[in-house]
């Protein structure tokens, strides 16, 4: 099939990528590379360094590639993903994932392309009382980057109803780890997520880690999360384009129903290289404990994770020591 992958150079949109050519799919990449390299392109997808927010520059990419036949899917990755910039800055956060997303939305509609797998978040559930979160719990984001991702996931909605289209919406819970090729992975200066930061400070990358707060309402005191392998989130992409052919439209959670704490992540870490860490402050945005009821995407995609947290530790570490050269 034909897909066009929108923020196909960055970290879980290059591993879908690498998935869907592995499958024998046609792949076509739109980004800005705003937040990739180039060389994260994969060299068998054609690729377009286009801003989604430049409608008439993405418009004239889908008429290249639309011309004879619409994409038989649209994954759209693109957006701004850091949560204390989204607190510092939401017009950014508006401006590059709603109005980024309704031009997308516009785009596909006058090119003919009518289904579309959405890349959501699990902090569009922002603080839960129980922390576990199915797709059902209510919405209630604690920050502007939820905020907009749940913006977007409602706008899909709409267009979808009026125009006919298809949508699976997944809503990633922590997304960790690197391809087996060990060629892609995160690697961005000033990491924010949990586990490459904890895997930087053991490996001297870093001085060390600062914690966010260890005074949660959690049994450690540190926050608890839910983390899934990169791979595995890729993989539910290509599960996702059969549901869609069927002109289904979902929302679905990818979790592993498991909690760690970042206590317990550092533990995990510490096993394999010792992490120099402290606790500071709390950060602005943070839930308490945010993990996944996955039972939807096990009936209808016949998903769950295959690696669990040491897997996803383990190739984190591998990637980040070839790529840092450390031995
Ligand atoms: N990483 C996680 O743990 C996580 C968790 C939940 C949801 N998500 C969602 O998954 C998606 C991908 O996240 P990621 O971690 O791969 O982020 P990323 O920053 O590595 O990838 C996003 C890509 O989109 C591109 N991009 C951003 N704005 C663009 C624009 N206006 N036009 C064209 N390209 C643009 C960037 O250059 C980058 O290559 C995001 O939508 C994010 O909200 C990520």
């Not at 690697?187 to 914690?211: C, F, K, Q």
């Not at 890729?234 to 909690?259: F, P």
Request: with cysteine; aromatic share 8%.
């Amino acid at each position: 099939m034909k897909i066009c992958v929108v923020g196909g150079a960055g970290y879980i949109g290059s591993h879908t990528v690498c998935e869907l050519i592995d499958a024998g799919h046609r792949v076509i990449i739109i980004d800005d590379l705003s937040n990739a390299a180039k060389s994260a392109v994969h060299s068998e997808a054609s690729f377009y360094n286009v801003d989604i927010t430049d409608s008439r520059a993405l418009d004239t990419a889908f008429k290249v590639e639309c011309a004879a036949e619409p994409f038989d899917a649209v994954m759209h990755f693109a957006a701004k993903i850091v949560v204390p910039q989204s607190v510092e800055n939401p017009s950014l956060y508006y401006y590059n994932n709603v109005e980024g997303t309704r031009s997308l939305l516009e785009t596909m509609v006058k090119n003919r392309c009518k289904n579309i797998i959405f890349s959501s978040t699990a902090s569009v559930y922002g603080e839960t009382e129980t922390g576990v979160c199915g797709e059902e719990t209510p919405t209630k984001p604690t920050n502007p980057y939820g905020e907009t991702k749940l913006a977007a996931e409602k706008m899909i909605a709409w267009f979808a109803k009026a125009h006919n289209m298809n949508y699976c919406i997944f809503r990633y819970f922590n997304v960790a780890g690197a391809h087996r090729s060990l060629k892609i992975g995160l690697w961005h200066e000033n990491i924010t997520h949990i586990i490459p930061a904890t895997i930087e400070a053991a490996i001297g990358m870093r001085e060390r880690l600062i914690v966010f707060g260890n005074d949660y309402n959690t049994p450690d005191g540190t926050c608890v999360r839910d983390y899934v392998h990169v791979s595995d989130i890729a993989h539910a992409h290509l599960l996702a384009i059969d549901l869609l052919q069927k002109n289904r439209s979902e929302i679905i959670n990818l979790g592993s129903n498991r909690g760690f704490s970042v206590k317990e992540v550092i533990d995990e870490v510490s096993k394999r290289r010792p992490v120099n860490f402290e606790y500071g402050n709390r950060r602005a945005g943070d839930a308490a404990k945010i993990v996944a009821s996955n039972k939807k995407a096990k009936e209808l995609l016949g998903w769950s994770p295959e690696r669990g947290l040491a897997e996803i530790i383990d190739s984190d570490l591998a990637f980040r020591q070839k790529k840092a050269k450390i031995g």
